[in-house]
């Protein structure tokens, strides 16, 4: 069986990167993306790497230290006994879960992390499904002494907000949102440059566009296609911005066998972490043999410019207990919150306590809401997605910035609400892309603008009560539904879903048979089904 990145059993050292590294003293292993890591020279941490991600062996104090990049660019998981004297550090979540099983040790599932995946999208902070297998969080230092077992955690990095007030006038942040705008490629366009295996998706979203604006201005040498449903308004916008940038747009379906087909790879990879929900753009790939050596994603431009913002983050008056109780309130209206047991719930909520004292190590409490958002479930999602399309491309994600997020989450309250600086700065870069509406509302309601959250609204009620009324015979308002998530559990997952309720409620000891027929539960809590069935799909792995 092939070793792990670090592998300490009984002992013994091993390393996937080379068979003689027991033989030195101190070695370093750092990313080359997601997937792949590469033997680095001590040098090239000697002066300290405030945002690089790497893991450094010392063998001579027998330690090993593991230094998470400042946003947790790359998914890193790793177990630790001190008792049985063994380490296990990799990249793919499942290749740990089959070196315990080789080595015959016993895993079970943490039940809080599963529902805080069911509830939130994502188990928060360190968890994963399974107890005692860790993700490393943003910008976080672990320390492990291998003679005594400690473990040391400390230097998570803080995403910043901004406090009240404006530093500059309306126009100056203008100007400086467009020159950061403008320059998002600069990094790469080396790298990029004579590149002809660039793949730049296009979906109908402001992200990008944007991106694939600036790889026309650069001129790179680039393929796009857009994905989805026929039905979804995301390909008839994705068209118009490809028509006026006058680029060839390349459409692949999504069809909803590729969520069985290709949602268990993704699922037993990740370990759990992303659902069938989250396989798409791997699904896409995958059934049409694309594998291009980058893919230019717009990750985190939306919730950096304010995508996420809550209404109340500028109330600054919010102490730390009403922030944490505002967002249990929420957490508490979600149906599953009633079967955790009182133990779980202290879980849950230390877990959210754990998140809020670092969020206001820096900023206020009323950015609470957003934190969460932007750190603890981002990063759950750059495993979701990336990790998995990363074993044959690599994912070049231009927001992921300091300038960038440095500049726009701390911008205002105004100018973040709704995307505001950054649409306006984009307009004013490419105003015949620009003024394009997104995906969010169909074409032809533009002039109706100013209405876009309501019209919405009515479209994707029109859909839940079309579709619950005529049990999905009739889809009232289908084109803003991105993706056939409620025609897959009654249809092509609808089996997969009855075992996986019937093993949940074996597993967990709760009875999940709510989610198994249509219902407006199940609308409003479609994350639920998609994990048990995530869940059902990982029940080898569990004891």
Same mark, same amino acid.
């Given at each position: ?10 002992? $013994?050292?091993?390393?996937? =990167? ?12 750092? @990313? ?5 890591? #590469?033997? !680095? ?5 000697? %002066? ?19 230094? *998470? ?22 990249? /793919? ?63 998570? +990095? ?15 942040? =203008? !100007? ?9 490629? %600069? ?12 793949? !730049? ?72 972490? *992303? ?37 109340? !983050? ?14 249990? $309130? ?6 599953? +919150? ?14 959210? +306590? ?29 495993? $979701? ?67 876009? @959250? ?20 009739? #889809? ?25 309720? $019937?093993?949940? /409620? ?12 249509? *219902? ?8 639920? @089904? ?14």
């Amino acid at each position: 069986m092939e070793s792990l990145l670090i592998e300490l059993n009984n002992g $013994n050292l091993n390393s996937c =990167l080379s068979s003689n590294k027991s033989n030195e003293n101190k070695f370093i292993l750092s @990313p080359i993306n997601s997937h792949s890591y #590469k033997i !680095a020279e001590i040098n090239e941490f000697s %002066q300290g790497e405030e945002d690089a991600q790497y893991i450094e062996v010392d063998l001579v104090n027998n330690k090993v230290n593991i230094k *998470s990049s400042w946003y947790g660019e790359f998914p890193l998981f790793f177990y630790f006994s001190a008792k049985e004297k063994t380490l296990l550090v990799d990249s /793919n979540f499942e290749s740990i879960i089959k070196r315990l099983q080789f080595i015959k040790k016993k895993v079970e599932i943490d039940s809080v992390g599963f529902y805080q995946a069911a509830i939130l999208d994502n188990p928060l902070r360190r968890r994963t499904l399974f107890k005692d297998i860790f993700k490393c969080i943003a910008g976080e230092e672990i320390s492990i002494d291998l003679n005594n077992g400690e473990i040391k955690r400390e230097n998570v +990095w803080i995403l910043p907000f901004n406090k009240g007030g404006y530093e500059k006038s309306k126009e100056e942040y =203008l !100007a400086t949102a467009k020159s950061i705008l403008n320059n998002l490629l %600069q990094p790469y366009t080396e790298i990029l440059s004579d590149e002809k295996e660039l793949l !730049a998706p296009l979906s109908g979203g402001l992200d990008s566009r944007l991106l694939v604006s600036l790889a026309k201005k650069e001129k790179l040498n680039f393929n796009s296609l857009v994905f989805g449903t026929r039905h979804s308004n995301e390909v008839v916008v994705a068209n118009e911005v490809a028509k006026r940038l006058n680029i060839k747009l390349e459409y692949k379906e999504l069809m909803n066998f590729y969520y069985l087909n290709y949602g268990e790879e993704v699922v037993r990879y990740t370990g759990g972490l *992303s659902s069938p929900m989250h396989c798409h753009l791997y699904s896409i790939l995958k059934a049409n043999k694309l594998s291009p050596k980058y893919i230019l994603h717009g990750f985190m431009g939306d919730v950096y410019a304010g995508d996420s913002q809550p209404s109340f !983050a500028n109330d600054f008056t919010i102490s730390k207990d009403q922030a944490l109780q505002m967002y249990i $309130n929420k957490v508490k209206k979600h149906h599953l +919150w009633i079967m955790l047991n009182e133990e779980e719930k202290k879980e849950f909520i230390n877990d959210l +306590w754990e998140i809020l004292e670092d969020c206001c190590r820096v900023n206020l409490p009323c950015h609470f809401d957003e934190y969460v958002h932007n750190v603890d479930r981002q990063f759950a999602l750059i495993a $979701n997605v990336f990790s998995p399309i990363e074993q044959e491309s690599t994912i070049i994600r231009p927001f992921i910035s300091k300038e960038y997020c440095l500049f726009f989450n701390t911008l205002p309250y105004e100018l973040r609400k709704g995307r505001y600086l950054y649409t306006e700065a984009a307009k004013e870069l490419f105003p015949e892309v620009f003024n394009i509406p997104t995906q969010n509302i169909p074409m032809g309601y533009k002039k109706f603008s100013g209405f876009y @959250p309501n019209i919405r609204k009515v479209f994707l009620s029109a859909f839940v009560l079309s579709y619950i009324l005529t049990r999905g015979k009739l #889809k009232i308002g289908k084109s803003l539904v991105y993706e056939n998530h409620h025609e897959l559990l009654d249809k092509e997952l609808k089996g997969e879903l009855e075992e996986a309720i $019937n093993y949940a /409620n074996f597993l967990l000891n709760k009875d999940f048979s709510e989610y198994a027929n249509l *219902s407006l539960l199940r609308f409003k809590e479609t994350r639920v @089904p998609f994990r048990l069935i995530g869940l059902y799909w990982l029940r080898e792995y569990l004891s």
